[in-house]
């Protein structure tokens, strides 16, 4: 497909649990980055991957958080021993990334990962 | 510093109407402040985007004021239709750095348009 697409669309876990949170950037986007949402609220930044560059985690809320990301392909995000405050949508976006004109910033998004943590 | 603030929090206006959306941002070192469109169920999509060396851009029926100054901008919609109905964010990051890309958002809009 041409946009970024992410599974599951929906994981309910029980709290404690391991999930793992896959995304799949455009192809031939270097710059991947996650985003949480809650119900009713913007979005917050979780972490960036450019390239081969080490990735700026400065967004993870806590140790129980992690992402990995293969070269300039997929992505998984991964939340260890789920807590009910960890219940949000996960989305993903991917951008060109650094130096590619004109619309270099423009991140495209995918339709999200709705976790619930029972 | 990183905080975008956002408001109204909800809007509603008639068909025909022009919603207006104001975001203020505290870090100076922001360069590049996009409008997301968001559907429910649906990722944020960007609508519009301006960077600080003009004051207004225009796409459409969708236009974006930028105050420098004041640190603030603002998306309006001319002639809203029920289809625009959706969330809005506004957006800001630094376009070099080792923060490129990494986007800080409003708290969001809900605007609903009627018949």
């Known amino acids: 497909g041409a946009g970024v697409s992410q599974s599951p669309s929906n994981k309910v876990t029980e709290k404690g649990k391991d999930v793992e949170l896959r995304c799949d950037p455009i192809?031939?986007?270097?710059?991947l980055y996650w985003y949480r949402q809650r119900l009713g609220q913007g979005l917050e930044f979780l972490i960036y991957?450019?390239?081969?560059?080490?990735?700026?985690k400065s967004g993870l809320p806590s140790d129980r958080f992690s992402a990995e990301r293969t070269g300039e392909s997929v992505s998984t995000l991964t939340i260890q021993r789920t807590q009910q405050e960890d219940s949000a949508v996960y989305l993903c976006?991917?951008?060109?990334?650094?130096?590619?004109?004109?619309?270099?910033?423009?991140?495209?998004f995918g339709p999200g990962t709705r976790l619930t943590v029972l | 510093q990183q905080q975008v603030k956002q408001s109204p929090q909800s809007l509603i206006v008639q068909k025909g109407g022009i919603p207006i959306i104001n975001c203020a941002y505290e870090?100076?070192?922001?360069?590049?402040f996009p409008w997301y469109q968001q559907f429910p169920g649906k990722g944020p999509a960007l609508l519009i985007a301006?960077?600080?060396?003009?004051s207004e851009k225009k796409e459409g029926r969708f236009t974006i004021s930028f105050n420098k100054s004041a640190k603030q901008f603002s998306l309006h919609i001319m002639d809203s239709q029920p289809g625009d109905s959706a969330t809005y964010f506004c957006?800001?990051?630094?376009?070099?750095?080792?923060?490129?890309?990494?986007?800080?958002f409003g708290q969001g809009t809900i605007l609903t348009v009627h018949p």
């Open positions: 192809s031939g986007h270097t710059a």
């Open positions: 870090n100076t070192a922001f360069d590049y």
């Open positions: 957006a800001a990051s630094r376009a070099g750095g080792t923060s490129y890309g990494k986007l800080t």
């Open positions: 301006i960077r600080p060396d003009v």
């Open positions: 991957f450019q390239g081969n560059s080490a990735p700026d």
């Open positions: 976006a991917s951008s060109l990334g650094l130096g590619r004109a004109p619309r270099s910033g423009e991140q495209f």
